[in-house]
């Protein structure tokens, strides 16, 4: 085996033209699933980027617009500021469930978005939250929603040198709060059979204004399902409208059968987690 | 192709090496330095046996890059007790039999202790939450539990 | 945790059942301690082993000669390197070997029966050396049809792992090429007028999966040869001496070449009583002429170390109104792996074994599929066969509208009882476990909804073997306790607290050690629940002959006869005319031993034909999400005979691990395959292991019911706590959803679809 370079610059253009520079140039965050992946599936790059000295990509800003945080932060520190906690409890609780308590000093929400997995706990909880990514390459930067980055298992709609350089996350509008939850067979260290992620914003009345459910693990991206959103605007998060919500959630659902669910099991789970999710987020929106 | 050379730190001392860009932070620690207490059970990160804290935040060392640790911190189950004896966690994880084999002790001695660092005051679920990561087939857990639990008892000062 | 003493063995004991800390514990809670992987040589080289990517397939051609001139590589081995030997027994533990198979297992000769079976090794300088030249290592398959389940096995026009072998045991037998590698059959009395007689009848299909046992260090063992033919092997093993025989016979070497030095081991569960990598690192030593390490990743200890067999098994249990059992009957179907040899044998022994059945008739068959082949994990076959008749029992109180464990009680066996396989039992414990359970607060514990109670017992019949041990008196009055036992799970503090319980010392004066197959008499290996056992018995021995030292050391010393001279609390005490003069320590004759005939040491080997069997009984508090099917453990209760415990810590410990492992069988741990053949999950992600918090505490009572057979009244404890959670949990679940499961694991989907099938 060649042996793999390693670089680690200081500053994003020299890593746009690290990338840039050759196919086999991989980005290292956390690098919780490109070392699994290189030792596993024999997928070696010739040279890794290391971000982490890049300032811009460990740093974590918060102000009344929201969230401006760098690619390389690792989930233990997200999940770790009170403040995130507060403010987004759903996006939080998501990033406490990606992997070990040791996973989650390495990993970061850029690599479980570019890792592609359809059953990658935080974006859901990014998309319901209205998460943007700051993407940097050889034509300079551009903002992407979340939603728009991944394309396929294993697939993103990031040119050749580009890279996540941050996340920005817009501050909640008032009687606002989200919530996420997974389906696993254990209690930890699982990968999500379903992923729910619900952010509300509720009237002065209690009644919901603005909605957006996404679900993880149940179609080759994780999905926004306009239709279970709009079965909870204009309710209470009332039973009825909770089962509506369901039951576009398994309708929008198009997973498939592996070695951690079928596609029966992921469609109804789909709808319990709709409902649960939903119920949670909407409380704690009351609570605001 | 040329070997990196990296200088870090472990355990408060200096060490200086030469690795291959691919290779783990776990190797080096275990094949070129001797620190064999770091322990390998799946290289894929879902074992923790390989815990260790780099610049404070426990990872699992098979996860790293060795080429990463250039002027880091690292700290490893060698460097848990000192001169004056053993760790209350290492006092605790004896007294209470929270080991049989013996294999995952070291990484659940290395997260215990960065779990309580963070939380001096864990409850049974933090405890059980935080260690998740950390494989063990001989206790059940049970022991390990009680002993960390104990151990943040002692070092809040408190007998339990 | 609480103790329950049975009445009995009047010894007061002054180290035995106290807890200090164990003395290999230093080093493992500081990272010293050296596991497998943990040892390098000077000069040493890598292995590295090409696995099959086929289920099954025809090796039809193997060249190795563009992998011979990569960089770095030393030296290639596949089964041409390795002796043609024939077919025989050898015992190996609680089972039997064949050596031609123990063979092709390490190394594939013509035919590879599971996807990872080694076909090829290779040694170089550095590991990604060793694996570079195993991928330019070119085979040429025949693939054949993989057969994975016992179904595909048993189907009419199966494809045939071994061609031309016949099935052995108790006719009628298969006629012609079979994947039916055994039959075994017993019944007792007049089965089927007994079922016509009964009241209440169950009868069902009781399944579990192939599970791994799961220890978190894989295989790893570092060898050196010499030019006379000598090999050292330091390897992670739970018998270095059957390491020994067993490297021997794949190699037809003479045994007196090898020394097997035993590693720290990071758990085996009986998974490391057999070898995998130590004669291809003789092999490849030999060739290179330079120390080779190999080590498995954990995808290859998934994919070719011995799970234990997946199973089917059918059960029909009659009983009269009153709740007693007139009948049983009973198929199981085992996987063996690629090779014959489930423990078939041992769940047949142990199925019936806990109760009084007038009528009874089992049928078990050892049955070949393409997959790995088994190794002995913990009280091997028991849980399989437990799970089915402790379901059945269940299933019949609900029916008989009766108490589980009032059930239970009213068929236990008990001291004077014939074992359906043998036996007379002589002392045993399973009624004062049973009512230790019933007594026990967890059992009235109110339940709330979707939650429900299981119980479950078990039984294991536990091993005596060989062992031998070495005590040894140091000059300043401490004790050194040599024995070949592997310290799996605090054996050294056991052997230690013994000793010293003997000779009247405290704890800390004796130091545990164990030896290599050069430095200490033989001892078979570590399973059987038989360490604590066997190894004490013959520590305790060994003891006795060094008092004996003591007390004609201390006859010289005052010029009397020995019979004079008593052994009493640690000191020799002088009587009938010798009791004038002042006690003497161990450490006061220890002082003297240079003047009074040397070196004090004794040994000692015992090889106890029985060992005192061991029952358990569990209660499972579970909670069932109606709407994922997902199910928590909310209570969980193990009481358990231990004869005398002698560590009591280590005690619970056992009973703790053994529910816990037992617990993931039952709910989440499973082989899963492709249609080809490959597993799916050959990691801790997807091989779903019990963590930290998928558990509660674990509460325990052991209850003492002293076995008759030794001297404490110790029973083997590491075994009896797997075999009663499958069902235990099993029947918490089904009594908390009001649905009977029949297939472990219950994962979420399967239980979600027993719900819904309930409701219509």
Redesign the interface.
């Known amino acids: 085996m060649e042996s793999v370079r390693y670089e680690a610059p200081n500053n994003v253009e020299a890593a746009v033209r690290l990338l840039a520079g050759e196919n086999g140039a991989k980005v290292l965050s956390g690098g919780t699933d490109l070392i699994v992946q290189m030792r596993l599936m024999n997928r070696v790059p010739t040279v890794f980027v290391d971000v982490k000295r890049i300032p811009r990509l460990s740093a974590l800003a918060l102000d009344a617009k929201g969230l401006r945080s760098g690619a390389a932060v690792p989930a233990a520190t997200l999940y770790g500021n009170e403040t995130i906690r507060k403010l987004w409890p759903g996006l939080a609780e998501a990033t406490d469930l990606i992997g070990s308590s040791q996973i989650q000093g390495r990993a970061t929400w850029a690599g479980n978005l570019c890792n592609a997995s359809p059953a990658a706990d935080s974006v859901p909880a990014l998309i319901a939250c209205g998460a943007t990514v700051v993407i940097a390459g050889p034509k300079g930067e551009r903002r992407v929603p979340v939603e728009q980055v991944n394309v396929g298992p294993g697939k993103t709609s990031l040119a050749p040198g580009e890279f996540i350089v941050e996340f920005e996350i817009p501050a909640p509008a008032a009687h606002s709060s989200d919530a996420y939850q997974r389906l696993i067979p254990r209690s930890e260290m699982d990968i999500a059979v379903v992923g729910a992620a619900v952010a509300l914003t509720l009237d002065a009345g209690g009644v919901v204004k603005a909605a957006r459910v996404v679900l993880g693990a149940v179609a080759p991206t994780a999905i926004l399902v306009p239709d279970a959103a709009a079965a909870l605007v204009g309710s209470k998060c009332e039973d009825a409208a909770l089962e509506r919500a369901g039951q576009a959630a398994t309708a929008a659902a198009k997973p498939i059968d592996d070695r951690r669910g079928t596609v029966a099991y992921r469609k109804k789970i789909a709808a319990v987690l709709t409902r649960r999710v939903a119920k949670i987020a909407y409380d704690r929106a009351r609570a605001r | ?1 040329a ?2 050379q990296v200088q870090t730190t472990i355990n408060g001392e200096t060490f200086d090496y030469l690795c ?3 290779q ?1 932070l776990l190797s080096v620690l ?2 070129e330095l ?16 390989c ?1 260790i804290t ?1 610049d404070g ?4 060392s ?4 060795a ?2 640790a ?1 002027g880091r911190e690292i700290g ?3 460097g ?2 000192s001169a004056t004896g ?1 760790h209350p966690i ?1 006092q605790k ?5 929270a ?8 990484g659940l ?1 290395v ?1 215990t202790r ?2 309580l660092l ?1 939380n001096p005051n864990p409850t ?2 933090e ?20 002993a960390v639990l104990d151990a943040a008892a002692s070092m809040r000062g408190e007998s339990a | 945790m609480s103790n329950q003493n049975g009445s009995g063995s009047d010894r007061k004991f002054k180290v035995v059942g106290t807890r200090p800390i164990r003395h290999d514990g230093l080093d493992k809670v500081t990272g010293r301690a050296n596991y497998g992987a943990d040892l390098a040589l000077p000069g040493m080289l890598q292995g590295a082993i090409l696995r099959s990517p086929h289920a099954h397939a025809r090796i039809k051609k193997l060249d190795v000669s563009k992998a011979l001139a990569m960089p770095g590589v030393k030296a290639i081995v596949t089964s041409a390197d390795f002796p043609e030997i024939g077919s025989g027994g050898m015992a190996a533990g609680e089972s039997h070997i064949d050596p031609k198979d123990l063979q092709a297992n390490i190394m594939a000769r013509g035919k590879v029966l599971y996807h990872g079976h080694a076909v090829a090794a290779v040694a170089a300088s550095t590991i990604e050396q060793a694996r570079e030249a195993c991928k330019m290592i070119t085979v040429d398959y025949e693939v054949l049809k993989p057969v994975m389940t016992l179904a595909q096995a048993l189907a009419k026009d199966a494809p045939i792992l071994h061609e031309g072998r016949k099935a052995v045991g108790v006719p009628p037998l298969p006629e012609g090429d079979t994947n039916i590698m055994m039959r075994l059959a017993n019944a007792k009395g007049d089965v089927d007028a007994a079922f016509k007689g009964a009241d209440v009848v169950v009868e069902g299909w009781y399944e579990a999966s192939m599970a791994h046992q799961g220890y978190i260090e894989p295989h790893a063992t570092v060898v050196t040869t010499r030019e006379n033919g000598q090999a050292e092997i330091w390897c992670s093993t739970q018998g270095p001496f059957a390491v020994k025989s067993m490297v021997a016979v794949t190699l037809q070497m003479d045994p007196n070449l090898i020394r097997v030095t035993p590693s720290e081991i990071g758990g085996g569960f009986g998974g490391k009583t057999t070898i995998y990598l130590e004669p291809v690192a003789v092999l490849l030593s030999r060739k290179a002429r330079r120390p080779v390490k190999m080590v498995m990743s954990r995808e290859e200890v998934f994919r070719a170390t011995g799970p234990t067999s997946g199973t089917r098994i059918w059960a029909k249990l009659g009983v009269k109104k009153d709740g007693s059992f007139v009948a049983a009957d009973t198929r199981m179907e085992f996987e063996a792996g690629g090779f014959a040899g489930s423990p078939m044998g041992a769940a047949s022994m142990t199925l019936y074994a806990a109760y009084n059945i007038p009528n009874f008739r089992f049928e078990g068959l050892d049955i070949v599929v393409n997959r790995p082949k088994v190794a002995a994990y913990r009280a091997p076959g028991a849980p399989n066969a437990a799970y089915a008749l402790e379901t059945a029992i269940d299933e019949l109180a609900q029916k008989l509208a009766i108490d589980p464990i009032d059930l239970r009680l009213k068929n236990a066996v008990k001291e004077g009882d014939v074992a359906s396989y043998g036996p007379k039992y002589d002392r045993i414990g399973f009624i004062e476990c049973l009512q230790a359970a019933k007594n026990h607060p967890q059992y009235k514990a109110p339940l709330g909804k979707n939650q429900g109670r299981g119980v479950g017992a078990g039984f294991w019949f536990n091993v005596g073997l060989q062992s031998s041990a070495t005590v040894s008196i140091n000059d300043d009055g401490s004790a050194v306790v040599r024995t070949g036992n592997p310290d799996i799970g605090g054996s050294r503090a056991s052997m230690a607290i013994t000793v010293a319980e003997e000779l009247g010392i405290p704890v800390e004066r004796v130091r545990p050690l164990v030896g290599d197959t050069d430095t200490v008499g033989y001892c078979d290996l570590t399973g059987g629940s038989r360490v604590t056992y066997a190894t004490g018995m013959a520590v305790i021995e060994a003891s006795k002959n060094v008092i004996e030292h003591l007390r004609a050391r201390a006859a010289t010393i005052w010029g009397c006869e020995v019979d004079a001279v008593e052994w009493r609390d640690g000191q020799a005490v002088g009587t009938n005319g010798a009791s004038n003069n002042k006690p003497l320590s161990l450490a006061d004759i220890a002082k003297q031993m240079a003047h009074t005939g040397g070196p004090i040491i004794a040994s000692a080997s015992v090889n106890p034909p029985a060992a005192g069997p061991g029952f358990g009984v569990h209660l499972c508090d579970i909670e069932v999400d109606p709407e994922t099917g997902r199910s928590t453990v909310l209570r969980y209760l193990v009481v358990q005979d231990a004869g005398k415990a002698v560590h009591p810590s280590y005690v619970e410990g056992q009973f703790q691990g053994g529910a816990a492992q037992g617990i993931g069988w039952a709910l989440w741990e499973e082989y899963l395959f492709d249609k080809d053949g490959k597993m799916e999950n050959p990691g801790f992600l997807d091989y779903r292991m019990p963590v930290a918090s998928d558990l509660p505490m674990i509460d325990t009572v052991v209850v003492e019911v002293p076995n008759p057979l030794h001297p404490y009244g110790v029973r083997g404890v590491g075994e009896t706590p797997i075999v009663p959670p499958l069902a235990t949990v099993g029947n918490a679940v089904s009594r908390a959803i009001g649905v009977r499961m029949h297939q472990l694991p219950m994962t979420p989907p399967r239980v979600l679809d027993a719900i819904e099938t309930k409701k219509g």
Request: aromatic letters at 4%; proline letters at 2%; one cysteine or more.
């Open positions: 192709m070997k990196i291959d860009g691919q783990s275990r094949d001797g620190l064999t207490g770091t322990k390998e059970g799946c290289s894929t990160g879902d074992c923790g046996a815990s780099l935040q426990l990872v699992p098979c996860l790293v890059l080429a990463e250039q490893t189950v060698e848990v007790s053993l290492q994880f004896l007294e209470h039999a080991l049989q084999c013996g294999v995952c002790t070291p001695i997260a960065a779990l963070k049974e679920a405890a059980r939450y935080y260690l998740a990561g950390n494989l063990c087939r001989c206790t059940g857990y049970d022991k390990i539990i009680k």
